[in-house]
């Protein structure tokens, strides 16, 4: 099969390399030369442009660049492609991506593969990446069969588990498990920060080990993720941080009043319901999304 990527990325480089691994051929655009030439030498694409005519002949086409370029690249590609051609992304919010691009192309799938790391850029792409993970697809009512069916087959041939639902419930969900640990943990950064006494603020940067690594790695990350997770899932971001801030101030009426049976109780009850939510998480240096 023919396989048309655009952004040469983290998820594009890494799509590209398993898919190549599978007999695939890769065509791969991407913005900068340099990034064209390191995904030929690392083995991510069989060729590469910067050019979005050049995957006129492909049957299918994710689109791999950051959430707000999705859109107008989208447009730019969409007259050079035939119409039998499967169009895909990887986003990580769909709702808004979704309702656009099949307005514009009746045979576009929204998808978003449920993987990543802290670091981004073709030189972290690798193998595997989408192996054991989720990989989501919301397609609507008008969605063709034929191009659910194509995506499906692709990212299980990736042995990622693949999971169906509205664009719509995909971005709910995310904001719970994914978008709010960001904000959360991106806001304990900052606490951290507000210690008025240097020398206190030194000792605690001295004394952080994986407590802080494991809370903080998230919030840490690359800024942009967090941006467009803020800003394209803003609705459902506002909804769970609306639901953690009153978890958090029933936690801290809880100790002011030195009600320590009831601390408790809310201690085991989180206690009890982690491994509902982390029994098929991945290892701790993988995941961001
Ligand atoms: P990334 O490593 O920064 O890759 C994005 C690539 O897009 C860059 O390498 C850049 O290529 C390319 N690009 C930028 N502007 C472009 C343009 N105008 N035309 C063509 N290519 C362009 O980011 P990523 O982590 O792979 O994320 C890409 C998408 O995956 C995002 O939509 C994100 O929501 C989604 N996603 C990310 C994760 C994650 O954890 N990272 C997980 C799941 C989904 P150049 O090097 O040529 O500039």
Redesign the pocket.
């Known amino acids: 099969m023919k396989i048309g990527i655009?952004?040469?990325?983290?998820?594009?480089?890494?799509l590209g390399l398993d898919f190549r691994q599978r007999g695939h051929e890769v065509w791969g655009?991407?913005?900068?030369t340099?990034?064209?030439e390191a995904a030929i030498a690392g083995g991510a694409v069989d060729h590469a442009s910067?050019e979005l005519q050049t995957l006129k002949a492909t049957d299918i086409v994710f689109?791999?660049?950051?959430?707000h370029?999705?859109e107008a690249?989208a447009l730019e590609l969409i007259p050079h492609l035939s119409p039998t051609t499967v169009l895909t992304?990887?986003?990580?919010?769909k709702g808004a991506i979704v309702d656009t691009l099949s307005a514009h192309w009746p045979n576009f799938v929204g998808g978003?593969?449920?993987?990543?790391?802290s670091e981004?850029?073709?030189a972290?792409?690798e193998t595997g990446l989408f192996a054991q993970r989720a990989y989501v697809i919301t397609p609507t009512e008008q969605t063709p069969p034929p191009a659910v069916a194509l995506l499906t087959e692709l990212a299980e041939s990736l042995q990622a588990q693949v999971f169906s639902c509205s664009p719509a419930v995909h971005d709910r969900a995310v904001a719970w498990i994914s978008h709010l640990p960001v904000m959360v943990s991106s806001s304990l950064i900052q606490a951290c920060l507000s210690e008025p006494d240097d020398a206190v603020r030194q000792l605690a940067q001295q004394f952080a080990s994986s407590g802080f690594r494991d809370t903080s790695r998230v919030g840490g990350g690359?800024p942009?993720?967090g941006l467009?997770m803020a800003r394209y899932n803003r609705e459902e971001v506002l909804r769970s941080l609306q639901a953690y801030q009153d978890a958090l101030q029933q936690l801290t009426e809880r100790i002011q009043g030195a009600e320590w049976e009831a601390v408790a109780e809310i201690l085991s009850t989180n206690y009890a319901a982690r491994p509902d939510f982390i029994q098929s998480a991945p290892a701790p240096d993988t995941?961001?999304?």
């Open positions: 655009v952004g040469l990325g983290l998820i594009g480089g890494s655009v991407t913005r900068r340099t990034t064209c910067t689109l791999c660049t950051p959430i370029l999705i690249i992304d990887v986003g990580s919010v978003h593969p449920m993987a990543g790391k981004v850029g073709i972290v792409a690359h942009e993720l467009m995941a961001t999304s």
